[in-house]
């Protein structure tokens, strides 16, 4: 770029359109780039900053308040073996990454059941509103039980059904039926009437106006509500294993709890924030190149 | 057509006409807002025959919008009826292609798939495939924005989206576009520039459509329409005077605003808008 010496006349004087545009995309693509790069290191600081935060009370707690609970540095310590060895078994016990899967395959079956309910039922009911005036108070009544109450009658119900790991996956599923339902509800029931009106002029069969309209139109709106699922699983798995002692990552940090090492148990804290992290990123990422309210993808 | 009184056929031939195409027909329309009832629109009536371009003037909030979304079909009147080519209107459809001021595209759709979808909807079975591509891109290319196709509404200008919007509207071959403000949220130069498009894209397809345009631009509408409309003021706004433009088609710009008979016109038009006390509303 530095020879063009043309390069500071305005526009259209001694260019031609076409190496302009190529000129002006070089320069967007730079000016991202720079962006980019200084909102990464940015953001590494924040993250950083707020660790430092998190370790100083860590310490100071342990240094005043309660001197039984585990430092941040014997913490650490544990916490490297426990990765180190976490994909392995050790005398039979899974290590921590094993139950960490063991986990995240029960949401993947628990979730994914609960969005192929959800999605469905929320168009509907943001779709029809007889449907909703129906369905409404049920899902209103349902929607603040706990799973600590889902759990139990689960067991009751799957006892010849696979029990216990059913009645995990069923508590996943029922809890995290209710955000993913909802929001694409309100995506579905708050399509603009000038789109509705174009549909019916164009002669959209039903299919068409699913694909092409609705959905569209829903789609942030389902992944938000699919987002906050997620969330709520990751939650409800937790204490689903506490109760059910099954193998799991909830079932690892309670499990520690009782053998007395606290250390492992925020290694377990730490393994579960951290996916937790990971999957709302993901699902954030998923979020903007659908949202189409923003303009250009 | 044998529905129409005797007296008003007779006054119909007198002024030239063969049966109306769009008939307007003591049309009333009343909203209910809560528990109060607003009447937008009372007793409009209007005979437009086919391949007239009508343009309806207005205040803002006079109802003119009101007459051609029941033209549309987008919700019925609370009285009268409105029948195009001797058939009631029951809802929208194809053969009343729609432009609205908001351009209504769908915004996860590119240009292309914008006026294709729209193509492939209304022809479903009637021609092929190849055609329909075919034909979308005959009018992306005659708006100018076939090297725009892949382009999503939010990445072009106003001037874009609502030139997608006409070329989707005439795409379908509607018998009837309904033009609600289309160049209302545009500046006056891609305003001009549409204008002449807009004329040159009817005239392309033999001005076989009939054409029913809201704006309040006085010189849009004495440049585009085969007639005014000029409304009272709302609520309860009705036909205040019917204008017609005798200049010949087509229509060149500058030809038009020099003739005598536009600043007749012109003068005309203003005179009945001012007269109104709307500006008190403002």
Known sequence: ?297 | MTTFAPEREASVRTSGWTEPYVHIDGVSKAFRMGQETSVAVSDVSLRIRHGEFVAFIGHSGCGKSTVLNMVAGVYPPSAGIVRVDGKPVTGPGPDRAMVFQSYSLLPWLTVEENVFEAVDAVLANQMPMRDKRARAERFLRMVGLWEHRRKRPAEISGGMRQRTAIARAFAVQPEVLLLDEPFGALDALTKGTLHDELLALWRSDGRRQTILMVTHDIDEAVYLADRVVVMTDGPAATIREVIPVPLSRPREKRAVMHDPRTLDIKERLLSLLQGSPAENAH
């Open chain 1, 1 to 297: 770029m530095m020879e063009d010496v043309t390069m500071h006349l305005p526009s259209g004087v001694a260019l031609g359109r076409r190496r302009e545009g190529a000129r002006d995309r070089l320069y967007a693509r730079l000016a991202r780039g720079t962006v980019a790069a200084r909102s990464a290191v940015r953001s590494a600081g924040w993250s950083l900053a707020s660790l430092a935060i998190v370790l100083g009370v860590w310490q100071l707690v342990c240094l005043t308040v309660s001197r039984d609970f585990p430092s941040p540095m014997a913490s650490l310590r544990v916490a490297l073996t426990l990765l180190s060895g976490a994909f392995v078994r050790v005398d039979g016990v899974p290590g921590i990454g094993l139950q960490a899967l063991a986990s995240m395959r029960r949401i993947a079956v628990g979730f994914s059941l609960s969005a192929a309910v959800a999605i469905p039922a929320g168009v509907l009911i943001g779709a029809n509103p007889t449907i909703r005036r129906l369905f409404d108070p049920i899902v209103q009544v349902l929607r603040p039980v706990s799973p600590l109450v889902w759990f139990p009658l689960a067991l009751v119900a799957f006892k010849n059904l696979g029990g216990v790991s059913s009645s995990t996956v069923f508590t996943i599923f029922v809890t995290s039926l209710w955000p993913t339902l909802i929001n694409t509800a309100v995506g579905v029931s708050s399509l603009p009437t000038d789109y509705r009106i174009v549909a019916k002029v164009f002669r959209f069969s039903r299919w068409r106006y699913l694909r092409r309209v609705l959905l569209p139109h829903a789609l942030p709106y389902v992944l938000t509500g699919l987002r906050l699922s997620m969330g709520t699983a990751w939650l409800v798995i937790v204490a689903a294993e506490m109760l059910s002692g099954d193998m799991g990552i909830g079932f690892f940090a309670w499990d520690s709890y009782n053998a007395g090492s606290y250390e492992k148990m925020i290694a377990a804290v730490v393994v579960i924030g951290g996916i937790g992290l990971a999957l709302d990123r993901g699902f954030d990422a998923l979020y903007r190149r659908v949202d189409h309210q923003g303009g250009s993808r």
